[in-house]
């Protein structure tokens, strides 16, 4: 059974850091791709990052720069490591994996706050 389980999120003031961790079971974690989506309050939910099988990072246009996607195979874990955080990155951030088309897990989320 694969299960994906976030963890990090919180408050914080802008211009902040959170860093977010994936644990993912049930899964080969090396050889899949891990992504990172969000909904913000009263917004479609987006793409944030992937980290592919070769460990290649990509990002959308808004969080490059200031986030960063990293996996540790050994913990089966995946991260988004966030910088620089602005209000506009609140959000539910969710993990992301699929296996196959039409076959993809979720985590439950992970709420983050950028706010004075």
């Known amino acids: 059974q694969v299960l994906l389980v976030e963890s990090g999120g919180g408050l914080v003031q802008p211009g902040g850091s959170l860093r977010l961790s994936c644990e993912a079971t049930?899964?080969?974690?090396?050889?899949?791709?891990m992504r990172w989506f969000r909904r913000a309050p009263g917004k479609e939910r987006e793409w944030v990052a992937s980290?592919?099988?070769?460990?290649?990072?990509h990002y959308e246009e808004s969080v490059s720069g200031r986030f960063t996607i990293a996996r540790d195979i050994a913990k089966n874990t995946v991260y988004l490591q966030m910088n620089s955080l602005k209000p506009e990155d609140t959000a539910i951030y969710y993990c992301?994996?699929?296996?196959?088309?039409?076959?993809?897990?979720w985590g439950q989320g992970t709420q983050v706050t950028v706010s004075t």
């Open positions: 992301n994996t699929v296996l196959d088309p039409g076959d993809d897990y």
């Open positions: 049930g899964i080969i974690f090396s050889r899949q791709a």
């Open positions: 980290i592919l099988s070769d460990d290649s990072a």
